[in-house]
């Protein structure tokens, strides 16, 4: 079965990502990114290739998610996948279920401060369309037409939706839901990964070494990934983008138009609420 790391995009996926792919499948817990393709998205056109042929209809893909996810999981072991998807239906075709779900890792971060990481992943100056991206509750990545924030990586459809719809999609719809926050991983990550760590043990029945989780955690501080990503280890972006930006120094108060954040904050006011981003 599928544990997932499911998040809106620049929300701290990867850095959960990297800790949990140091963690489980490296010797020692030491990050390098070499073993974070353990842990791959969904969509992606080779999860698909022995089921389809038209990779951009997004029709057919929703038709084989659940065929597609079966594939990953015939050996009976558990997989991890990062996605960006909403969870969602089509033509009562569901994104994915408990039969297939073992649970998920749904990571979120305050709006406001994914805006702005926004702005240097798609190389927007402009904040009002980095606002319309956050604000798009039909914005589908990787299919071939012109779009402002066509998505380096995808080439499949990835229906994103708004912040606010792809973040209720997924609250507590699959069994085993955990729910994290990018604020909380910056304030007290060791508290919040070693919180990751006892949900791991508890779905897997297994025991990690503390050294092991400590080294994790260490190994992927947001220094660590810069340094990585700045050598070369980390090449899943755009070309001349840095992935690992500005993270922790990321400050809406002071970046922000104050026209801007009264919008975010009306716009997505009750899910801001319910996340104690108001």
Known sequence: MIIWLASYPKSGNTWVRAFISSLLYSENGINDFTKLSKIPQFPDRRQFKTLIDNFQDYKIVSANWKSAQNLLTLDNEIKFLKTHHALVKINNFEFTDNT???????????????????????????????????????????????????????????????????????????????????????????????????????????????????????????????????????????????????????????????KIVQELNIRFKNEMLELGYL
């Open 100 to 258: 297939n779900s073992l649970g998920v890792i749904h990571i979120v971060r305050d709006p406001r401060t994914v805006l702005l990481s926004l702005k240097n992943h798609f190389g927007v100056t402009d904040s009002e369309e980095a606002k319309n991206f956050l604000f798009n509750e039909h914005l589908w990545l990787g299919i071939n037409k012109k779009e402002e924030f066509k998505d380096r990586s995808n080439k499949i459809p990835t229906l994103i939706g708004s912040w606010r719809i792809n973040y209720l999609s997924w609250k507590n719809k699959i069994q085993n839901y955990l729910l994290v926050k990018y604020e909380d991983l910056l304030e007290d990550p060791y508290k919040e990964f070693f919180r990751i760590s006892n949900y791991l043990e508890n779905l897997m029945k297994c025991k990690f070494d503390k050294d092991k989780i400590n080294n994790a955690i260490k190994s992927t501080s947001f220094e660590k990934l810069q340094n990585l990503e700045e050598k070369g280890y980390f090449n899943e972006h755009g070309q001349g983008v840095k992935f690992f930006n500005s993270g922790p120094n990321s400050n809406w108060k002071l970046e922000l138009d104050e």
